[in-house]
C-alpha cells in the first residue's frame, strides 16, 4: 500500500492549484464522462507549482510507486478556515502523513483587511484542529512548517507589524509541534538565511509568496525534515 501524504495550508502551499482545478471543472463540467470519480481524480493529480510540487517529483522519480501525494492548500486561508474544512479535506482522505503550512494570512489579513487571526485565537484554533487530526488518526505523522515573511511590497510598509506578530505564530507553531511529537521547519531561518546571501527578492516577489527558488528551498528543507520520520 502506498503512503499517502496530504500537504495543506494556504496559498503558499497550493500555489495555482485552486485555479487549475476550477478551470479544468469549467472545461470539463458538461462532460457527461466527467463523473464524481474522474473529478476527485483530477483534483487528486492536481499539485500545483509550488513545494509540494517539487517535493512529489522527487519522491515519485527516486521511489516509484511508492507514494500518493496530495494537495489541499487554499489560497486566502488562515488557521479558521483550514480548520472548517479539516475534516473534508485531510481527515475523510486519511493520510499517513500530514503537512500543514499556515499562519501569515492571519497576519497579512489584519494588516490590510482588519479581518485576521489574533495570537491567541490562531493558537486557541490550530491547537484544536491538531487534536481533532489526532483523535481521528492516531497513527498519523505530523510536518508543521512555521509560517514566515521577508520584506517586500506587500509587507514593507507595515513591516515591524509583520515580523512581530509572524513571530508569534511561528512561536505557537513550534510550541505546537512539541506537544504533539510533530516535525517542525523553521522556514524564516531558512529565509532569513538566503536573503543574506542575496537579494530578498530571489526568494519571494512580494515578502510572503515564494519565488520558484523560495519554494525549491521549503521543498528541500521538507525532504530533510521527512527523511528523518521514514
Not at 110 to 116: I, R, S, V
Not at 131 to 142: D, G, H, M, N, R
Not at 218 to 226: G, I, S
Request: charged share 25%; with cysteine; net charge negative.
Amino acid at each position: 500500500m502506498k503512503t499517502k501524504i496530504l500537504f495543506t495550508g494556504d496559498s503558499i502551499t497550493d500555489a495555482a492549484r485552486t485555479v487549475l482545478c476550477q478551470d479544468l471543472e469549467k472545461m470539463l463540467g458538461s462532460d457527461p464522462n466527467f463523473t464524481p470519480e474522474k473529478r476527485d481524480e483530477m483534483l487528486n493529480g492536481a499539485l500545483g507549482t509550488g513545494y509540494p510540487l517539487l517535493v512529489t517529483s522527487q519522491l515519485y522519480a527516486e521511489s516509484p510507486g511508492k507514494y500518493e501525494v496530495l494537495n489541499r492548500g487554499i489560497s486566502g486561508n488562515r488557521v479558521v478556515d483550514l480548520d472548517a474544512r479539516i475534516k473534508c479535506d485531510c481527515i475523510n482522505l486519511k493520510p499517513d502523513i500530514l503537512s500543514i503550512m499556515i499562519g501569515i494570512n492571519d497576519v497579512w489579513h489584519e494588516a490590510n483587511w482588519h479581518n485576521g487571526v489574533d495570537a491567541q485565537k490562531f493558537q486557541r484554533v490550530y491547537d484544536e484542529m491538531l487534536k481533532e487530526v489526532i483523535a481521528a488518526l492516531p497513527e498519523v505523522k505530523l510536518i508543521l512548517l512555521e509560517p514566515y515573511v521577508l520584506k517586500g511590497p506587500a509587507t514593507r510598509d507595515k513591516w515591524e507589524f509583520f515580523r512581530t506578530e509572524t513571530d508569534l505564530r511561528r512561536n505557537t507553531v513550534k510550541a505546537l509541534a512539541k506537544r504533539y511529537g510533530a516535525a517542525c521547519i523553521n522556514t524564516q531561518e531558512l529565509f532569513d538565511r538566503a536573503a543574506a546571501c542575496g537579494s530578498e527578492s530571489n526568494w519571494s516577489a512580494d515578502g510572503v509568496h515564494p519565488t520558484p527558488a523560495g519554494h525549491w528551498l521549503l521543498a528541500q528543507a521538507w525532504l530533510e525534515v521527512f527523511r528523518k520520520l521514514e
